[in-house]
């Protein structure tokens, strides 16, 4: 989970509109799958399953910023 310190430059990474070059995309892709798998292993309580959700759309939505680049190449 992210802390006080970690949680500033992962927002930095993930404003609108800012490309991420391919290592840090990979990088920030297999933390929210890391984390939502976590969240999945937990206890099933409506806030895991919230969080878990969350980060797996944060790791959908770097996926199709990925997809939508090599389309553009």
Known sequence: MATATT????????????????????????NALSCALYFVRQDATPQNLWAATARTNRALTLLKQASAELGRG
């Open 7 to 30: 949680a500033a430059p992962a927002a930095h990474l993930a404003r609108p509109g800012r490309a991420l070059d391919p290592i840090q995309r990979q990088a920030a892709l297999e």
